[in-house]
Protein backbone atom coordinates (compact mmCIF):
# COMPACT_ATOMS: atom_id res chain seq x y z
CA UNK A 1 0.00 0.00 0.00
CA UNK A 2 2.49 1.99 1.06
CA UNK A 3 4.32 1.93 -2.39
CA UNK A 4 0.99 2.21 -4.16
CA UNK A 5 0.87 6.00 -2.61
CA UNK A 6 4.44 6.63 -3.49
CA UNK A 7 5.11 7.39 -0.19
CA UNK A 8 7.18 5.80 2.82
CA UNK A 9 6.42 4.53 6.17
CA UNK A 10 7.87 7.51 7.67
CA UNK A 11 5.81 9.88 5.85
CA UNK A 12 2.75 7.53 5.67
CA UNK A 13 3.03 8.01 9.54
CA UNK A 14 2.98 11.23 10.04
CA UNK A 15 -0.06 11.59 7.42
CA UNK A 16 -2.15 9.19 9.79
CA UNK A 17 -0.58 11.58 12.32
CA UNK A 18 1.17 8.95 14.42
CA UNK A 19 3.80 10.58 16.60
CA UNK A 20 5.86 7.59 16.38
CA UNK A 21 6.79 5.51 13.14
CA UNK A 22 7.36 2.17 15.01
CA UNK A 23 3.36 1.81 15.16
CA UNK A 24 3.42 1.69 10.78
CA UNK A 25 6.78 -0.86 10.76
CA UNK A 26 4.98 -3.25 13.39
CA UNK A 27 2.32 -3.45 11.41
CA UNK A 28 4.27 -3.86 7.90
CA UNK A 29 6.46 -6.49 10.30
CA UNK A 30 4.16 -8.29 11.50
CA UNK A 31 4.67 -7.74 15.03
CA UNK A 32 1.08 -6.45 15.34
CA UNK A 33 -2.44 -6.18 13.33
CA UNK A 34 -3.90 -2.90 12.31
CA UNK A 35 -6.12 -1.30 14.95
CA UNK A 36 -9.31 0.39 15.38
CA UNK A 37 -6.95 3.26 15.65
CA UNK A 38 -5.50 2.97 12.35
CA UNK A 39 -8.37 2.57 10.21
CA UNK A 40 -9.99 5.03 11.50
CA UNK A 41 -6.83 7.57 11.23
CA UNK A 42 -6.49 5.98 7.77
CA UNK A 43 -9.69 7.29 6.59
CA UNK A 44 -9.44 10.67 7.89
CA UNK A 45 -6.51 10.49 5.88
CA UNK A 46 -6.13 11.85 2.18
CA UNK A 47 -4.75 8.27 1.44
CA UNK A 48 -8.23 6.89 1.75
CA UNK A 49 -9.49 8.42 -1.31
CA UNK A 50 -6.87 6.12 -3.42
CA UNK A 51 -7.05 2.63 -1.20
CA UNK A 52 -9.88 0.10 -1.28
CA UNK A 53 -10.59 -0.29 2.75
CA UNK A 54 -12.43 -3.41 2.28
CA UNK A 55 -9.18 -4.66 0.41
CA UNK A 56 -7.44 -3.51 3.52
CA UNK A 57 -9.47 -5.10 5.69
CA UNK A 58 -10.18 -8.50 4.50
CA UNK A 59 -7.63 -8.55 0.81
CA UNK A 60 -11.05 -8.90 -1.18
CA UNK A 61 -11.30 -6.44 -4.21
CA UNK A 62 -8.69 -4.71 -5.82
CA UNK A 63 -6.37 -2.50 -3.67
CA UNK A 64 -6.67 0.60 -5.40
CA UNK A 65 -9.73 3.01 -6.31
CA UNK A 66 -9.07 3.23 -9.60
CA UNK A 67 -10.75 6.60 -10.40
CA UNK A 68 -9.47 8.54 -7.77
CA UNK A 69 -5.60 6.87 -8.00
CA UNK A 70 -5.65 7.42 -12.21
CA UNK A 71 -7.32 11.06 -11.73
CA UNK A 72 -4.42 12.02 -9.37
CA UNK A 73 -0.30 12.39 -10.41
CA UNK A 74 0.42 9.61 -8.35
CA UNK A 75 1.17 7.19 -11.42
CA UNK A 76 3.33 9.64 -13.42
CA UNK A 77 5.21 10.04 -10.12
CA UNK A 78 5.57 6.99 -9.93
CA UNK A 79 6.68 6.55 -13.35
CA UNK A 80 4.15 3.90 -13.69
CA UNK A 81 2.77 5.89 -16.85
CA UNK A 82 2.69 8.86 -18.67
CA UNK A 83 0.20 12.03 -18.22
CA UNK A 84 -1.56 10.73 -21.38
CA UNK A 85 -1.56 7.25 -20.35
CA UNK A 86 -2.89 8.21 -17.28
CA UNK A 87 -5.88 10.35 -18.74
CA UNK A 88 -6.73 7.56 -21.20
CA UNK A 89 -6.69 5.32 -18.11
CA UNK A 90 -9.01 7.46 -16.56
CA UNK A 91 -10.85 8.10 -19.68
CA UNK A 92 -11.38 4.54 -20.13
CA UNK A 93 -12.38 3.60 -16.27
CA UNK A 94 -15.08 6.61 -16.58
CA UNK A 95 -16.62 5.13 -19.96
CA UNK A 96 -16.75 1.77 -17.87
CA UNK A 97 -18.36 3.06 -14.69
CA UNK A 98 -20.85 5.13 -16.94
CA UNK A 99 -22.34 1.87 -18.93
CA UNK A 100 -22.77 -0.04 -15.89
CA UNK A 101 -25.12 3.08 -14.07
CA UNK A 102 -26.97 2.86 -17.70
CA UNK A 103 -27.39 -0.55 -17.37
CA UNK A 104 -28.47 -0.36 -13.74
CA UNK A 105 -30.79 2.20 -14.95
CA UNK A 106 -32.41 0.51 -17.72
CA UNK A 107 -32.65 -2.27 -14.93
CA UNK A 108 -34.35 -0.22 -12.57
CA UNK A 109 -36.89 1.56 -15.51
CA UNK A 110 -37.75 -1.81 -16.79
CA UNK A 111 -41.72 -2.09 -15.94
CA UNK A 112 -41.68 -5.63 -13.89
CA UNK A 113 -44.44 -7.61 -16.08
CA UNK A 114 -47.17 -9.07 -14.49
CA UNK A 115 -48.75 -12.19 -15.84
CA UNK A 116 -51.63 -12.56 -17.92
CA UNK A 117 -54.91 -14.12 -17.35
CA UNK A 118 -54.51 -16.65 -20.06
CA UNK A 119 -51.63 -17.70 -17.63
CA UNK A 120 -53.13 -17.45 -14.60
CA UNK A 121 -56.29 -18.91 -15.49
CA UNK A 122 -53.81 -21.84 -16.85
CA UNK A 123 -51.61 -22.20 -13.41
CA UNK A 124 -55.46 -22.10 -11.63
CA UNK A 125 -56.71 -25.24 -13.68
CA UNK A 126 -53.41 -26.93 -13.43
CA UNK A 127 -53.14 -26.58 -9.70
CA UNK A 128 -57.61 -27.39 -9.35
CA UNK A 129 -56.06 -31.11 -11.26
CA UNK A 130 -53.46 -31.71 -8.79
CA UNK A 131 -55.55 -31.13 -5.91
CA UNK A 132 -58.22 -33.64 -7.65
CA UNK A 133 -54.88 -36.58 -8.02
CA UNK A 134 -53.93 -35.61 -4.84
CA UNK A 135 -57.85 -36.14 -3.34
CA UNK A 136 -57.96 -39.22 -5.48
CA UNK A 137 -55.00 -41.04 -4.20
CA UNK A 138 -56.17 -40.19 -0.58
CA UNK A 139 -59.52 -42.17 -1.12
CA UNK A 140 -57.14 -44.95 -2.55
CA UNK A 141 -54.72 -45.05 0.64
CA UNK A 142 -58.11 -45.15 2.77
CA UNK A 143 -59.29 -48.01 0.70
CA UNK A 144 -55.60 -49.80 0.58
CA UNK A 145 -55.63 -49.55 4.85
CA UNK A 146 -59.28 -50.89 5.06
CA UNK A 147 -58.12 -54.18 2.82
CA UNK A 148 -54.59 -54.44 5.09
CA UNK A 149 -57.35 -54.59 8.17
CA UNK A 150 -59.51 -57.11 6.45
CA UNK A 151 -56.50 -59.53 5.36
CA UNK A 152 -54.63 -59.02 8.95
CA UNK A 153 -58.04 -59.97 10.73
CA UNK A 154 -58.01 -62.93 8.55
CA UNK A 155 -54.49 -63.67 9.40
CA UNK A 156 -55.30 -63.33 12.75
CA UNK A 157 -58.34 -66.29 12.33
CA UNK A 158 -56.00 -68.65 10.61
CA UNK A 159 -53.99 -68.38 13.22
CA UNK A 160 -55.87 -69.39 16.10
CA UNK A 161 -56.82 -72.96 14.29
CA UNK A 162 -54.46 -75.44 15.40
CA UNK A 163 -51.69 -76.93 12.85
CA UNK A 164 -53.95 -80.57 10.72
CA UNK A 165 -51.83 -83.03 10.96
CA UNK A 166 -51.98 -86.02 8.97
CA UNK A 167 -52.87 -89.38 10.21
CA UNK A 168 -49.64 -91.51 10.25
CA UNK A 169 -50.33 -94.39 7.46
CA UNK A 170 -51.29 -91.96 5.04
CA UNK A 171 -48.18 -90.20 5.54
CA UNK A 172 -46.21 -93.18 5.37
CA UNK A 173 -47.98 -94.39 2.28
CA UNK A 174 -47.03 -90.79 0.69
CA UNK A 175 -43.54 -91.13 1.68
CA UNK A 176 -42.85 -94.88 0.61
CA UNK A 177 -43.27 -94.55 -3.11
CA UNK A 178 -40.93 -92.00 -3.00
CA UNK A 179 -38.61 -93.67 -1.37
CA UNK A 180 -38.53 -96.84 -3.62
CA UNK A 181 -38.61 -95.04 -6.85
CA UNK A 182 -34.85 -93.02 -5.37
Known sequence: MICWLHTNP??????????RTQTIYDILNGKSAPSFDFFNRFLKSGYSVFINLRWLITGEGSPIIEETYFASDLPIIKGEMTAEQAAQKLKEIKAHKAALYSQAEELVEEPTQTPSNDLLNHLEKQISEKDQEIWKG???????????????????????FPPVQLDTPIAQSVSQPELQST
Not at 10 to 19: R, T, V, W
Not at 143 to 149: C, M, T
Request: net charge neutral; hydrophobic share 35%.
Open 138 to 160: REEIGRLKARIEQLEHKLDEVRE
Open 10 to 19: NKFANALGYG
